[in-house]
């Protein structure tokens, strides 16, 4: 592969997926570690350790509904009532001791943590969501989850959550979410 090409490709995945290894890359396009290192020198972009600390400094600075210890992964983009993205890194302490597969409660309140994260409010809960578990995610695989808001009607938020180890879908989920800043704001009025 001609250099020039390579260095298109390794910003493109880089760009898509900014969680991915110096050794993930290596295997997508095909080379040495060492190669997608030089590569990454020469286009002076960071190992992923360093792109995801830039990107999270950012995105939590930005949360209103929820409280950044209430995430559940690492927020590593927010863009309030457009789309967010977290990762998270499962460990032993997630799996279920008897399967080693992670507990599904880490999944879904991932998601459910990222899509009120979205919602530009004081106060947001999640009224009702359709969520699917697609294949097990065993300790030590890493869960990207982005979100998306789809609909906003009134004091409702549709949010679309996928997630993902590597390239391959392990959960989805559809989140209504209500903005209730107003209610609260009126019944902490009326005492």
């Not at 999944?107 to 969520?131: C, H, M, P, R, Y």
């Not at 679309?160 to 989805?172: I, M, P, T, W, Y």
């Amino acid at each position: 592969m001609v250099k020039s090409d390579r260095h298109e490709l390794l910003t493109r995945y880089i760009n898509g997926n900014p969680f991915l290894t110096d050794d993930d890359l290596a295997q997508l396009l095909g080379v040495s570690i060492q190669t997608v290192r030089l590569d990454r020198a020469e286009l002076a972009i960071p190992e992923m350790r360093e792109r995801v600390k830039k990107m999270a400094r950012g995105a939590y600075q930005n949360l209103r509904a929820i409280e950044d210890h209430e995430v559940v992964g690492e927020l590593v983009n927010l863009d309030i009532g457009h789309q967010g993205l977290s990762i998270l890194l499962v460990n032993e302490e997630m799996t279920l001791r008897k399967t080693r597969v992670l507990d599904g409660q880490y999944l879904f309140a991932q998601a459910n943590s990222l899509a009120l994260a979205l919602i530009d409010t004081e106060v947001a809960l999640t009224g009702t969501s359709k969520v699917s578990f697609k294949r097990p995610v065993f300790r030590g695989e890493k869960v990207v989850a982005r979100a998306v808001i789809t609909r906003k009607k009134g004091n409702k938020y549709m949010v679309r959550v996928s997630s993902h180890v590597q390239d391959e879908l392990v959960f989805q989920g559809k989140f209504l979410v209500f903005d209730l800043s107003e209610e609260v704001n009126r019944l902490e009025n009326s005492y």
